[in-house]
């Protein structure tokens, strides 16, 4: 039930909906494929105000939202963890190969080239002096 709007003077007073108009209003937008600006628009209120009031009814406890739309929820079966063993073989993974391959740089300014092969095994050694020539 929605109450008139009453007029103080020029002042326009704001409706006061009923909580069982709220409890409607909400219980409508529950209804799967329902858009909420369409049940706003049939129930002739603003679609913002409506989502307060949707979000005002998941906030509040259980015994609140009952009124609305009561519905029964059976709870969980509760699971219990169980360990299972497994067995992995020790000789099925071989150590990955190491590289064997260098590290090759060239660097080139103007008509000046200067290549740099560096053991790739000191890959940081190379990093560091990278860094220290680029400065």
């Not at 709220?22 to 799967?32: E, F, G, L, N, S």
């Not at 009124?67 to 059976?74: D, G």
């Amino acid at each position: 039930m929605t109450f008139p709007n009453k007029q103080a003077g020029t002042r326009q007073r704001r409706r006061m909906h009923s909580d069982e108009f709220k409890a409607d209003a909400v219980a409508a937008c529950m209804q799967p494929g329902i858009s909420m600006a369409g049940v706003a628009m049939a129930q002739g209120i603003n679609a913002y105000l409506l989502r307060r009031w949707v979000n005002d009814a998941q906030m509040k406890p259980v015994a609140r939202a009952a009124v609305a739309t009561p519905a029964v929820i059976p709870a969980p079966p509760q699971l219990t963890p169980v360990f299972v063993p497994m067995t992995v073989p020790t000789a099925a993974r071989a150590p990955a190969p190491v590289p064997t391959q260098d590290i090759h740089i060239e660097l080139r300014r103007n008509a000046m080239t200067v290549t740099v092969t560096w053991p790739a095994s000191a890959a940081a050694e190379c990093a560091t002096w990278m860094r220290e020539l680029l400065r």
